[in-house]
C-alpha cells in the first residue's frame, strides 16, 4: 500500500484506537429476564455490559426513569469527518441509543421491541474539542404496539446540536432476533 500523501503538512502521524466489549449474548439474557426499566438501570450501574456499538462509539447510559432516559458521548478526534466537525452519524447514534434506551423503560418483562424509524435534524456542528454530547431522550405516546419518542442532544455548553424522533414496534421477546 503507498504512503498517503501530505501536502505542506509534514509527516502522517499514525493514530490507534484499540476497543474491548463483553460478550452481548448475557446482556440479551438479563433484557429477556428483566423489565426494561430495570434492564436500563443495570446497564448504568454496570451489573449488565453495553451493547457493543455503544462501547465502540464511547457511548454511555448516565441516567433513566419510566419513559426517559439520558446518554452521554465524550467526543474527540477519533469521531471527527474530513471536515473537523464531529461525524453526524454519532449524533445519529446517540439519539438512536437514548430514545431506544427511553422506549425500553416503558416496557414490561417479557415485551422488547424493534426500531421503525429514526429521524434526525442537525442544527449546529460539533467539534472535537466539544468536550461532552448529551441526549435528553423522553417517551411521548406509548401505545399498545407502538411508541414514540424524541432525543435533543446538546453539547458541553448547552447548546443544540441536534433533535431527532423515533418509532418503535413492541413485540415479544420471542420475536426479536438478536
Do not use: K, N
Request: hydrophobic share 45%.
Amino acid at each position: 500500500m503507498a504512503e498517503p500523501e501530505v501536502v505542506g503538512v509534514g509527516h502522517v502521524e499514525d493514530r490507534t484506537r484499540t476497543v474491548r466489549w463483553e460478550d452481548p449474548a448475557p446482556a440479551s439474557e438479563a433484557l429477556r429476564a428483566m423489565s426494561g426499566l430495570d434492564y436500563i438501570q443495570a446497564v448504568i450501574e454496570g451489573d449488565v455490559a453495553p451493547a457493543p456499538m455503544d462501547v465502540l462509539l464511547g457511548i454511555r447510559l448516565v441516567a433513566a426513569a419510566d419513559g426517559r432516559v439520558t446518554a452521554a458521548v465524550t467526543v474527540g478526534e477519533v469521531h471527527t469527518d474530513p471536515l473537523g466537525s464531529i461525524h453526524g452519524g454519532l449524533a445519529c447514534s446517540l439519539l438512536e441509543t437514548a430514545i431506544a434506551s427511553a422506549v425500553a423503560t416503558t416496557l414490561p418483562l417479557g415485551q422488547g421491541f424493534t426500531s421503525i424509524d429514526l429521524s434526525t435534524q442537525f442544527l449546529r456542528a460539533a467539534r472535537a474539542h466539544t468536550g461532552e454530547l448529551t441526549c435528553e431522550a423522553t417517551v411521548g405516546h406509548r401505545g399498545r404496539r407502538i411508541v414514540f419518542a424524541s432525543g435533543v442532544v446538546t453539547d458541553s455548553a448547552g447548546t443544540l446540536v441536534a433533535v431527532g424522533y423515533g418509532s418503535h414496534l413492541v413485540v415479544p421477546h420471542a420475536a426479536v432476533r438478536h
